[in-house]
């Protein structure tokens, strides 16, 4: 079945950085656009970037633009979330999705993981 | 402040029939975009519940329902059962953001 599972959260100082990763098992990573969306302590959740299947394209929430780079690799079923200069703000559970293939506009994301917690914090 | 605009809580009895709305405008379902809702149980990992406006996927329950008309979609819960507590979350696209948006989630409490 499919799963995916995120890791690398941690306890972060502002303005320094960190990488999450999201390991893909069950179906064939390449073939699927990814997304990370993050929530905030007792905040609604919030998308945070796309990477196309093949990494060809990338977009972002504008407040991460410049900050975070969203990668992966599709030969080890990894996706990731490059995260500098950390901001109090940007502390939230982060969790990676699969985007379907279901015709609709916007795609739906259809799989999710359990999420890491990141938190920034001096 | 979330761009899609949901009630912070609903509530009801086993058996009862609640709904949840979604409030959005022009640029986001009113510009024809497709509305999404999700489950949320704390701790877990978020489930698609209902996409595009109305479909539910395989495994989701009858009870649950999606509409959308104009800038407003909701999502209606029937047989209210005390699994169905959890967060609910409509999504969408904003075309004046370029981003993929949610409401602000809608907490369902089963009394």
């Known amino acids: 079945q499919v799963q995916l599972v995120e890791s690398g959260g941690a306890v972060v100082q502002p303005g320094r950085s960190l990488r999450l990763s999201c390991g893909a098992s069950?179906?064939?990573?390449?073939?699927?656009?990814m997304h990370w969306v993050r929530q905030a302590p007792g905040k609604g959740l919030e998308w945070v970037a796309v990477?196309?299947?093949?990494?060809?394209?990338?977009y972002y929430l504008d407040s991460v633009k410049g900050r975070f780079v969203i990668s992966r690799d599709n030969f080890k079923n990894t996706l990731y979330l490059q995260m500098n200069s950390l901001r109090a703000e940007d502390t939230g559970v982060y969790y990676c999705a699969r985007e379907g293939a279901t015709g609709y506009d916007p795609e739906v994301l259809d799989y999710w993981g359990q999420g890491t917690l990141v938190t920034v914090s001096s | 402040q979330s761009v899609l605009t949901q009630p912070p809580s609903v509530s009801g009895a086993p058996g009862q029939r609640v709904t949840i709305s979604c409030t959005g405008s022009?640029?986001?379902?009113?510009?024809?975009?497709?509305v999404h809702w999700y489950q949320h149980v704390p701790g877990r990992a978020p489930k698609l519940l209902i996409y595009g406006n109305n479909i539910r996927p395989s495994g989701v329950p009858d009870r649950f329902s999606g509409a959308k008309s104009g800038t407003s979609a909701s999502l209606a819960i029937s047989g209210l059962q005390a699994e169905d507590e959890a967060v609910y979350y409509c999504q969408s696209f904003d075309t004046s953001l370029t981003a993929r948006v949610f409401g602000g989630g809608t907490k369902l409490t089963v009394l």
């Open positions: 990477i196309w299947y093949d990494g060809s394209k990338t």
């Open positions: 022009t640029s986001d379902m009113g510009a024809g975009y497709d």
């Open positions: 069950g179906f064939t990573l390449g073939s699927y656009a």
